[in-house]
């Protein structure tokens, strides 16, 4: 994993590493782990969090106030949620020095990368997604492993200078990541898709159960595989689903009228009792198990 | 498991199972480990599943007529697809003698028992859906242990002895089954919801994602947990689920307006950047995970 990288010389001297949950602990102790960094440090707004981080050795030092963190950093991560990567950008861009590199870990880009990049040092911002994680979340859940053999999309944009997006990228690969760059719009469109629509879908056949049980019916004693598949997801954090729903509006909204045709087609299908076009639609999903296995 | 049963008298003297997959053959070995039957006997219209289930020790005799294997037994499981139960009824309707007892595991209810009633002896079918299944069907998959602690739903009719019913709630119970008796309509609404319904939002699901790459945009490649989540049931049989789809139709559109309400309500919240809405809509699923655990 260290081929190429010279002996004893980290990639980055401090980094900070703003939001220590399962991405930006995972990342610290991965940076850790591959000999990256000189210097941990860590923000979080919670303050079990930071003092977790600390305790479990993921950073070295730990601060209350993200712009101080990020002060003298020459790599800041910002790995808060999606709904809050704004406020932070911009509360650390006054500390950031000119030759500071940005980078995050949302899984929304597209718009919300534009806005990032209006507040951050010109050029110096690497927008990142790390298609990694589990079902728990926090310091504890972090695994220096988490993003071997992962996905990581970049999302440059023309203002991005090259070199530092070499710089991010040597990073991710350094972790254990496939790194691959895309634009940022087209990254929205597809995780509209393949994330963000089978959260939605799933929130909303969990509030379909909970509907008929208000109508007095209960039918979640009855729950079998088919239902409880989707339980997992539909439990996901709403605050940082309601921001990632937002913050990737149009393209969810896309995904969505996608989805709604999809599903009249089955609908149609079975009004009419067209039990060959039923079949078909049936059928034809099932290649989507068989592709992804 | 056994108390109550008099040692050494089986329920039934002669079982036939028609139907020899995961929920035939679950059954047959779970009344042999209990001591339930006395002979065996399975039907199935695969040639290649009769083989292995005889090879396998879950019946004692095969054979490839329906009728004749039912012929003589004082029960007779019907554990084909639902979409074969009525022409299966109708095969082996002339064969049973008139204190033959008859029972089923089908799915789906409602107006398919009261045309399963209609051709077989008057009185003598007790309608039957164990809640049970695994990722894997035919023969090999079946295990004595499938019903043990499984939820077993009984729906009788006004026409049903009280008798026999009483006998398929003991067979029930002595295989480790919880059971409960429940309208049939009542058990379609039920299903419909909790398993038709998340299995025809998994196919239209997935078909979205086949239908981007239709269009020349393959997302799958990114798929992570969200969408990983829906391909097993999505993967389920096309020509089974196809069956269940349409005995249950009327349910089933019901259970399908439900879910298109909530979802039209995360679109609504959305559509308007209403974020307490869409909040509320993703916190108030978490609730059926929280109650299912």
Same sequence: chains 1, 2.
């Avoid at 995050?104 to 534009?114: C, E, H, P, R």
């Avoid at 972090?142 to 999302?155: D, G, H, K, N, P």
Wanted: with cysteine; aromatic share 4%.
């Amino acid at each position: 994993m260290t081929r190429g990288r010279q002996a004893g010389a980290p990639l980055f001297r401090r980094v900070a590493v703003v939001g220590l949950g399962l991405i930006g602990g995972s990342l610290a102790a991965a940076c850790r782990k591959q000999g990256l960094v000189g210097t941990l440090v860590g923000f979080d707004a919670d303050p079990a969090a930071l003092r977790e981080a600390l305790a479990l050795g993921l950073v070295d030092e730990a601060g209350s106030d993200a712009a101080a963190v990020a002060a003298g950093a020459d790599l800041t991560v910002l790995a808060v949620p999606v709904g809050a990567l704004e406020e932070v950008a911009t509360a650390i861009a006054p500390a950031l020095g000119p030759a500071a590199v940005v980078t995050d870990v949302g899984s929304v880009k597209g718009a919300l990368v534009s806005r990032l990049e209006a507040r951050l040092p010109a050029g110096r911002y690497v927008p990142a997604h790390p298609i990694a994680g589990r079902e728990f979340s926090g310091p504890a859940a972090a695994a220096a492993s988490l993003f071997e053999r992962a996905r990581c999309v970049l999302t440059p944009t023309p203002r991005t200078d090259r070199q530092v997006l070499a710089q991010i990228r040597r990073l991710w690969e350094e972790v254990g990541a496939v790194v691959e760059t895309m634009d940022p719009g087209e990254h929205d469109v597809i995780f509209a898709a393949v994330s963000h629509l089978p959260h939605a879908v799933a929130y909303a056949l969990m509030n379909a159960m909970l509907d008929l049980k208000a109508e007095g019916r209960d039918v979640l004693p009855y729950s079998a595989g088919g239902l409880r598949d989707f339980t997992r997801v539909a439990a996901s954090d709403p605050t940082m689903w309601r921001d990632i729903f937002l913050a990737n509006r149009p393209a969810l909204l896309d995904a969505l009228r996608g989805f709604r045709a999809a599903l009249a087609r089955v609908e149609t299908a079975l009004t009419a009792g067209d039990g060959a076009a039923l079949w078909a639609e049936c059928d034809r999903a099932r290649r989507v198990r068989r592709e992804l296995l």
